[in-house]
């Protein structure tokens, strides 16, 4: 999440109570996840398995739960809980707004482009030229819909990530981390019914220009999917996962968090991706691999019996 103007560590420190420690003259541009910062962004941590991880990120400032060192120019700021030092940013800089009607003031509508009744566009929408959204579509504040882009019905784009902070020391094991992140759907996308895609916690879900998919797909926060896939029906990809372009998953494919699958790779019905794919090859079973070499797998298998015979005599 960027700030709509830099804000000076000095004031952050106070709105969270922190100590702060480093170039305390500096202003931070924003508020992300360690895979999505950038220079001027702040990052937390309040964990020491990922305190080294963090301080050597692109993040300029760190807000941790421990003084340690860290490189020359960047800045500190120490608070007992981290975590709620995020939310209490978030909800500062991007603080629950409801919009109360079905098409928010702010929502912008491109020319050409064709919504149809009880489509509920949220604050801040832009949607873009020549596109058709079919009745009972969601989208949520901060989206962005390309030009040509056509929504079927039932389908909500921007709904939060499914995303929580777990400490088993609460009551309430799993905190919800608050999405401030958006979804951006490029031009000449099209997706089909009750399809779920979910905004990014602090960045981007973004979906590739030319990109198809069935009814019933789930995309999670903070996926990049390429240009010109084709997803069928049902598939689900988990958070922060990279789909490059022209990637086809069939029916039921459901993919696992933070991996890639390269581009051209073709995924077939029913199988599970629980680590990152070349590009360039067909995939089946769970886990995938080759599927001329599952298929082989299979072979084997159906002539146990007749081995388990031969075996016995």
């Known amino acids: 999440m960027k700030f709509k103007q830099p804000v000076p560590l000095t004031e952050i420190a106070s709105l969270i109570n922190a100590k702060l420690v480093g170039n305390n003259a500096a202003s931070a541009t924003g508020i992300n996840e360690i895979h999505v910062v950038e220079e001027g962004d702040l990052a937390f941590v309040d964990h020491p398995k990922y305190y080294e991880k963090c301080i050597h ?17 960047k800045a500190l700021l120490i608070v007992d809980e981290p975590f709620e030092a995020y939310l209490k940013i978030v909800n500062e800089f991007m603080p629950f707004n409801p919009s109360m009607q079905m098409q928010a003031v702010s929502a912008k509508v491109g020319a050409g482009s064709v919504v149809m009744p009880n489509v509920y566009l949220g604050n801040n929408v832009i949607v873009g030229k020549n596109c058709i959204i079919y009745p ?44 401030c992140g958006t979804v951006i759907i490029e031009n000449g996308v ?19 220009a030319g990109t198809k998919m069935d009814n019933l797909v789930q995309i999670g ?22 789909i490059e372009d022209e990637v086809i998953l069939w029916g039921q494919v459901g993919v696992s968090k933070t991996l890639t699958i390269g581009k051209g790779a073709i995924v077939n019905a029913q199988s599970g991706v629980p680590a990152s794919l070349g590009g360039g090859k067909v995939y089946f079973g769970s886990p995938a691999i080759d599927a001329k070499a599952k298929m082989k797998e299979f072979v084997w298998i159906n002539r146990i019996p007749e081995i388990w015979e031969k075996l016995k005599k």
Do not use: W
């Open 57 to 73: 990120s692109l993040a300029s400032f760190i807000i941790i739960n421990k003084e340690t060192d860290f490189p020359q120019g």
């Open 136 to 179: 009972n579509v969601t989208i949520l504040d901060n989206c962005t819909i390309g030009d040509d882009v056509m929504i079927q019905s039932g389908t909500v784009i921007g709904s939060d990530a499914f995303y929580y902070n777990k400490k088993a020391d609460r009551d309430i094991h799993y905190k919800k981390m608050t999405s």
């Open 190 to 208: 099209e997706i089909g019914a009750n399809c779920t895609i979910d905004r990014g916690v602090t960045g981007e879900t973004r979906i590739g």
């Open 221 to 242: 926060h903070d996926t990049i999917v390429g240009k010109n896939c084709l997803f069928a029906s049902q598939v689900g990809i988990a958070g922060a996962t990279k």
